[in-house]
């Protein structure tokens, strides 16, 4: 069984960083996509970030772009969220979702989420 883990959320002011990281765990599995979503209070879930496991190519929502970084450790099969000049909109519980190809379809697994706040 394939398990995502993210950590690394916490309180910071505006205009800090945070980085989070998620680890992805199990046996004999490969990765299609690995990628950030985020839900603030009273709103849906929202797309981040995400990278394309095989070429490394990366991208971005909007709101996000030139501030936040994807990167990975490919052996460890982990990735991290860099988030720079936070904003308190950027409040929210950051989810890591995890895209496996099973034969013909696209598993996706999330993890537990993992919370930021930013302080205005």
């Known amino acids: 069984q394939v398990q995502v883990v993210e950590s690394g959320g916490g309180l910071v002011q505006a205009g800090g960083s945070l980085r989070l990281s998620c680890a992805a765990n199990?046996?004999?599995?490969?990765?299609?996509?690995m990628g950030w979503f985020r839900q603030a209070p009273g709103k849906e879930r929202e797309f981040v970030a995400t990278m394309t496991w095989s070429s490394g190519s990366t991208s971005y929502a909007d709101s996000v772009k030139g501030r936040f970084t994807i990167s990975r450790d490919s052996v460890k099969r982990t990735m991290f969220l860099q988030m720079n000049s936070l904003k308190p909109e950027d409040t929210a519980v950051y989810y890591c979702n995890l895209e496996v190809p099973r034969g013909a379809v696209q598993q996706s697994i999330w993890g537990q989420g993992t919370q930021v706040t930013v302080s205005s």
């Open positions: 199990g046996r004999a599995f490969s990765i299609t996509t």
